[in-house]
């Protein structure tokens, strides 16, 4: 990523809290590379959809505390997916033991 995307990222991410328009750009920008990314987490398709979502909703959630000093905001990004991947990955084992508790194995 040159410095002149990476620049266009860091004002995108100060722009999500108010801008619908800088979402979706930083969203577009993204998108294939994070769904690339956590396909190898995923168990699922649908686990895959829930995890890019809840990537992209961390975003605009969390956007104003992007700090670039701590890093680019492409590593920033993928910290959020790993982390999402990862609840999901707590979560689905949550509900496999409850159903296994459910029917008796």
């Not at 979502?53 to 990004?77: E, I, M």
């Not at 790993?82 to 084992?93: D, F, L, P, T, Y």
């Amino acid at each position: 990523m040159s410095d002149q995307e990476q620049q266009r990222d860091v004002e995108l991410l100060r722009e999500v809290a108010s801008s619908p328009a800088a979402l979706e750009d930083f969203y577009r920008r993204h998108v294939d590379s994070v769904t690339r990314f956590l396909a190898r987490r995923c168990r699922t398709p649908e686990d895959l959809a829930d995890a890019v979502s809840a990537t992209f909703v961390a975003v605009l959630v969390s956007a104003k505390s992007y700090d670039s000093d701590l890093g680019s905001p492409k590593a920033w990004l993928f910290t959020i997916a790993r982390n999402e991947a990862r609840e999901q990955g707590r979560s689905v084992g949550r509900r496999e033991a409850l159903r296994h508790r459910l029917i008796g194995s």
